[in-house]
């Protein structure tokens, strides 16, 4: 099972951009989806969630009121758009995938998510 995530790239700051993740496999509607982003020389963190059905989701607290999260089951994809970019959004942003996640739970943990699309680099200027 593969990721593709894209729609990354360059913004200014107060921008907008959107990017898109599916997966290359069936049985999209199984998998709770999160973004995570990993900036240089720090650890990789949540950004957001969305659990199965899409009717849960969760935001880390940085990020909250500016990005949505959300997914299309009958196009396997999930989205994460992102507004009012600040520098310190700028990173490298994963998608995966958790396709053991319990109903309507949303994982933080990236441990929890067992696949993993390659990232796509975010880069925010002032």
């Not at 995530?5 to 107060?14: L, R």
């Not at 659990?51 to 299309?72: E, H, M, P, Q, W």
């Amino acid at each position: 099972v593969q990721l593709q995530a894209y729609g990354g790239g360059s913004v200014q700051a107060g921008g907008f951009l959107r990017l898109p993740c599916q997966p290359c496999a069936p049985h999209f509607s199984r998998a709770a989806m999160a973004w995570f982003r990993q900036a240089p020389g720090k650890e990789r963190e949540f950004v957001a969630g969305i659990s199965r059905s899409g009717r849960t989701t969760d935001y880390a607290n940085s990020v909250k009121g500016r990005f949505t999260i959300s997914r299309d089951n009958d196009r396997k994809t999930v989205y994460l758009q992102m507004g009012n970019l600040k520098s310190e959004d700028m990173a490298v942003y994963y998608c995966a995938a958790d396709y053991n996640a319990i109903v309507g739970r949303v994982p933080t943990e990236p441990t929890t998510y067992e696949v993993w699309g390659h990232g796509t680099l975010v880069t925010v200027s002032s």
